[in-house]
């Protein structure tokens, strides 16, 4: 089944304790994206990648990593997490044509809810 | 200024009733796309429809209508025939530049729709 897995799918943590949620696609899609979700603002992007070893920054970076070294995962790094922090996310991803017609629709994971105290 | 605008937070409808949620948008390019997600109360995100900013005929998926009125840069759902299952979150969201320009999704604040029996 095609899908996109993360985990922990719940987690409650203490604040500046690193933790590190996984993302990995079996699609292999070129593009994967991380985003956190808060009430009344949606959800915003926070890193995406276009492809292996090619990542950059989204709308709400501050405070988070990435790394793709290979194409199907895609893991997301808080090295020191505070209560800001505190959101529901989701890894999503999708092919990365370029200049082909056709929407780019996102698969998204089933979310990881993050808690830090 | 925002991209996406979804002003109605939230939305009630009868069973078997048709509902209009609203969406406007801002964007510059002639290229673009614009889509729609349900998130129900159990959390994952679900793609429901996808308009290209070139698509003449608004899209259609089963009971899932989008009324796309590209000069008033709107991109409404329209839900036909509500069934108590639509009782969710409602996200639209845009893709700037052609297909290929994943990164560029930018998403809503989000309507709550519930469907009363």
């Known amino acids: 089944e095609a899908q996109v897995t993360q985990n922990p799918r719940y987690l409650i943590t203490v604040t500046g304790k690193k933790l590190t949620v996984t993302c990995s696609q079996n699609?292999?899609?070129?593009?994967m994206s991380w985003y956190r979700q808060d009430p009344g603002l949606g959800l915003r992007q926070i890193y995406y990648s276009m492809n292996v070893e090619v990542t950059d920054k989204g709308d709400v970076p501050e405070g988070y990593k990435v790394s793709r070294k290979e194409k199907r995962n895609f893991p997301l790094i808080l090295e020191s997490p505070s209560p800001n922090q505190t959101s529901l996310y989701f890894c999503?991803?999708?092919?990365?044509?370029?200049?082909?017609?056709?929407?780019?629709?996102?698969?998204f994971g089933a979310g990881s809810r993050l808690t830090v105290l | 200024a925002q991209k996406i605008t979804q002003t109605q937070p939230g939305m009630f409808v009868q069973e078997k009733e048709a509902v209009t949620l609203d969406c406007t948008y801002d964007t510059s390019d002639q290229s673009y796309g614009l889509f729609w997600y349900k998130q129900p109360s159990s959390g994952e995100m679900i793609f429901l429809i996808y308009?290209?900013?070139?698509?003449?005929q608004n899209a259609t998926e089963g009971r899932y209508s989008l009324n796309f009125q590209k000069a008033r840069k709107s991109a409404n759902l329209v839900i036909s025939a509500s069934q108590l299952g639509d009782s969710a979150m409602y996200f639209c969201?845009?893709?700037?530049?052609?297909?290929?320009?994943?990164?560029?999704?930018?998403f809503g604040s989000g309507t709550q729709l519930t469907v009363l029996p």
């Open positions: 999503a991803s999708t092919w990365g044509g370029q200049g082909a017609f056709g929407a780019n629709v996102l698969t």
């Open positions: 699609m292999n899609h070129e593009y």
């Open positions: 969201a845009m893709r700037e530049g052609p297909s290929g320009s994943a990164r560029q999704l930018t």
């Open positions: 308009q290209g900013s070139y698509d003449e």
